[in-house]
């Protein structure tokens, strides 16, 4: 398969289809501010807040603990 059959399939994904992608293996950290204090919030791929820590580490870990892979989403 050349670059341009690649990038045709992508095309030819929905935005639900491509959401859909790894939904059940990507979790991702988000960095907030709670009452005054940095926290780091993981979600599921899609969008779903599941947790709430105290250090980005431990985000990191408690994803990988449970089977996940961590992305980043800059």
Do not use: C
């Amino acid at each position: 398969m050349d670059g341009t059959q690649i990038k045709d399939r992508f095309i030819a994904l929905s935005p639900q289809d491509f959401a859909a992608l790894g939904i059940d293996r990507l979790a991702y950290v988000k960095r907030i501010a709670r009452d005054g204090e940095l926290r780091f919030e993981i979600h599921t791929a899609d969008g779903d807040a599941v947790a709430l820590l105290g250090s980005q580490d431990m985000a990191v870990a408690t994803i990988l603990e449970n089977g996940l892979v961590p992305v980043s989403v800059h």
